[in-house]
DNA sequence: CTGAAAGCGCTAACAG
DNA sequence: CTGTTAGCGCTTTCAG
């Protein structure tokens, strides 16, 4: 076993071929008579040869990389997308190069500089939001990019995202024909996509049952910020029934109520949440929420993705996938409510 | 702003100097006159050019990417691991390639082959055992590895975990200072080091004692497993005392125990966990578990490794971190234990 | 189908 | 310090 690097010129020499000829075995596209790819693959697996894909992207221009640029890893929803990600994305032969973007607003940029630098195919941004000339110099770069769980008002710019208004509004219709009347709002980050799509859609039912918003708090998708929040909305005139922008701050608006104030969830207080995270059906919570179908969104995002980078000319496509009320125990379920 | 990819030649030109000169302004380590630098900055920043690292990468034999191997993200101390390691390698300029090692067993030996192609300077194996001649191909390629939260008996190999074996031993050392007697143990996957560590230390801190175990079974650190060994486990004699081999497992014991088997914990039954991964703290859990140091973890990883990059010739470092014992709410508390 | 030859974009000696 | 000259390992025309 070799050790040192193998290269495809001293395997044709072991196998008495030209270097192109090892090339063009070992590159998809290319033809090569049966002998030779017989004493290439011989040769090769001899002195354990791989090509080297780096050299590959340099020329060929396809790196066959993916950046992925993420923001946060806490809220469960995330690991679970960036894994299902990752897998799809590797079975069509692509591999994910990660870049964390602090809560910095700035370092988004750069960081989307960096990844550029590595001449990546695409790109994904999950949660995030660009600076909108950054967006322009991915295009002129030729970089399709499309952004994960966020929309943008550009709309050149690619987008996968569950469909938050409708979202909003079941929360809403669920929690009124529950009969509530003192409904409190728990928001995000008033800067996300999600966040403004998931109360506009939550405010247009409320507002067409003609039932004011008898609270509303902002947790900025923070846990600390949430319970925070779940304190000073319940400090007087407590609602009875709350809507959490997302699951993440929905659990941790549950323990609050329930430990911190000795509420019961959902007799005293109906909690719904957004997401439909793995915890958010563990019976200690048995959340009441809106799922957001990961799968289908990793494959939209997918799609979209590669189509863009086979034919750059494509137009861009945003996607709002629907999803589905999943009625646990933290809302009370309103009688004769359909399953 | 141009529209195609701007090359050094392409400042050179305009900056009027070599194109050497332009790879030396970027190049860290190099040497240009102040004018230079000045010049080639100037028509950098107008045409927009940043280096090709993947070329630069070809030439110098250094690509500053480092493989990540995963193999599972639903527990939770695997995210908060990957998101401190990216950020610690960002900031030392290194970035990071992630492969998912599906359950599959061959599999894992053919992520590591691609993750060679992609000429990573070191990887990063989180949680995840190889064959033995893996680590030789790794070797021979000039690859340094670590392995991150998992040891393996091939001395040769470095490897960070926390002190396992210490862990376990805390764990025993609470319980039985605590009053139980008819203690049990859910094991994780009895392939993983971490399981067999943790289990070695429980068993020799009960064998002091001469206290036998009561019960053991097996949950494979997957959430429905430990459900239902939970259940064989408490179906008769049931053991007043639990411990898990991890705080994943450890929720889902606790939730079977209260919702599934009304059991009170710590009342009726005494849990302990291992990792204080963020639900541990939740005060619907409230675990008392072994904290693993993720950040230290972390860092000792990054440094084990970029020390391998630096200096090829350097031995093996394997690390056992100690990790303080939480002491929260779901098992029975010691008359006067020190906190 | 095959080999020779020309590069991809960049770094790294090497003289000056 | 600077430009010239070789490459890195590979893909891709281009003749044959």
Redesign the pocket.
């Given at each position: 076993m070799a050790t040192h690097?193998?290269?495809?010129?001293?395997?044709?020499r072991l196998a008495?071929?030209?270097?192109?000829?090892?090339?063009?075995v070992?590159?998809p596209?290319?033809?090569?008579?049966k002998?030779?790819?017989e004493k290439v693959r011989k040769a090769a697996k001899e002195l354990g040869?791989?090509?080297?894909?780096l050299?590959?992207a340099?020329?060929?221009?396809?790196s066959r990389i993916i950046g992925l640029v993420v923001a946060y890893l806490n809220n469960q929803f995330y690991p679970e997308a960036l894994e299902k990600l990752t897998n799809a994305l590797q079975e069509r032969g692509y591999h994910v190069l990660i870049f964390m973007a602090s809560q910095q607003a700035g370092n988004i940029d750069s960081v989307v500089e960096e990844i550029l630098d590595f001449q990546v195919d695409g790109i994904v941004a999950a949660s995030v939001a660009l600076s909108s000339d950054l967006s322009g110099r991915c295009r002129a770069a030729g970089v399709p990019m499309v952004l994960f769980n966020r929309a943008q008002d550009d709309p050149a710019m690619s987008a996968v995202t569950s469909d938050n208004f409708a979202g909003g509004r079941k929360a809403a219709e669920f929690l009124l024909a529950g009969g509530h009347k003192k409904i409190g709002y728990i928001a995000g980050w008033e800067g996300a996509s999600t966040q403004r799509d998931r109360e506009a859609g939550f405010m247009a039912a409320l507002r067409e049952a003609d039932i004011e918003l008898h609270a509303r708090d902002v947790g900025n998708f923070v846990t600390e910020q949430a319970q925070e929040a779940t304190r000073r909305m319940f400090a007087n005139d407590p609602p009875d029934a709350v809507f959490v922008a997302n699951d993440h701050m929905a659990i941790a608006v549950m323990d609050t109520l329930r430990f911190e104030l000795s509420l019961n969830v959902p007799q005293d207080v109906s909690v719904i949440g957004y997401d439909d995270v793995t915890v958010a059906s563990w019976p200690a919570y048995n959340l009441t929420t809106i799922r957001q179908p990961a799968n289908r969104m990793v494959a939209e995002t997918v799609d979209i993705l590669l189509s863009k980078i086979e034919e750059p000319e494509i137009g861009p496509r945003r996607v709002e996938i629907d999803g589905p009320l999943i009625v646990r125990g933290s809302a009370r379920i309103p009688e004769g409510w359909k399953t």
């Open positions: 690097k193998v290269t495809s010129l001293e395997v044709a008495g071929v030209s270097q192109s000829a090892v090339s063009r070992f590159t596209g290319a033809s090569a008579s002998k030779t790819v040869y791989r090509p080297n894909v050299a590959r340099v020329v060929s221009g396809k």
